[in-house]
């Protein structure tokens, strides 16, 4: 696509509930990053995949947290026993490869309640 | 892990002032982007830019990587300049950017 596409752009969510948000990079890219962005601060990584696989998960915060792209495409990111503290928004990015220009979606707001 | 920090917090312009904006970076970084987000959440790619200085338009930025800063210069500020202006530069494996808390940007008419 023409950029990095998320769904759904709003969530709200009972806690104790389980979500996912997508992610459809821009094509071509191979490598994919996940961010949090709560407010006042600046975006949170949370992890990266360089194909399908999950290179780097340094950043999730729990095992609530996971996210697959079997495909080495779309990505989802899952978030079991939600809380309100999980309340933000979470972004996407891609690009080529690690470490080159990295763009972003616009983002999926979640709101735990 | 690399720290990330901007200053100023906050800017007030009036249209037609000019700015600079400034990250310190504490750690090498093998590469640095500067971002806007503007009021609808929108990260806007500004510059993609490891060391040297690059231009586009009213805006130009230079990173000194060996002394770990970068400056984002903004010349005869619009509105539509009004923001959060983030500096991320990338972990050594190029795995994450790194961002610091912001500039938050406000252009008055």
């Known amino acids: 696509g023409a950029g990095v596409s998320q769904t759904p752009s709003n969530k709200v969510t009972e806690k104790g509930k389980y979500v996912e948000l997508r992610c459809d990079p821009i094509?071509?890219?191979?490598?994919l990053y996940w961010y949090r962005q709560s407010l006042g601060q600046g975006p949170e990584f949370l992890i990266y995949?360089?194909?399908?696989?999950?290179?780097?998960d340094s950043g999730l915060p729990n095992d609530r947290f996971f996210a697959v792209r079997p495909e080495g495409s779309v990505s989802t990111l899952k978030i079991q026993r939600t809380e309100r503290g999980d309340s933000a928004v979470y972004l996407c990015?891609?690009?080529?490869?690690?470490?080159?220009?990295?763009?972003f979606g616009q983002g999926t707001r979640l709101t735990v309640v | 892990g690399i720290q990330v920090e901007q200053s100023p917090p906050d800017l007030i312009l009036q249209e037609g002032a000019n700015s600079t904006l400034r990250c310190n970076f504490s750690?090498?970084?093998?590469?640095l982007q500067w971002f806007h987000q503007n009021p609808w959440g929108q990260l806007i790619n500004l510059f993609y830019?490891?060391?040297g200085t690059k231009q586009n338009g009213r805006l130009s930025a230079t990173t000194v990587a060996t002394e770990r800063y970068s400056l984002l210069y903004i010349s005869s500020s619009q509105t539509t300049d009004s923001g959060v202006y983030f500096c991320?530069?990338?972990?050594?494996?190029?795995?994450?950017?790194?961002f610091g808390k912001g500039t938050t940007l406000s252009v008055s008419s």
């Open positions: 750690d090498s970084v093998n590469n």
């Open positions: 991320a530069p990338s972990n050594q494996a190029g795995t994450a950017l790194i």
């Open positions: 830019i490891p060391s």
């Open positions: 995949f360089q194909g399908t696989g999950a290179a780097d």
């Open positions: 990015a891609s690009s080529y490869g690690p470490g080159t220009e990295a763009f």
């Open positions: 094509s071509g890219h191979t490598a």
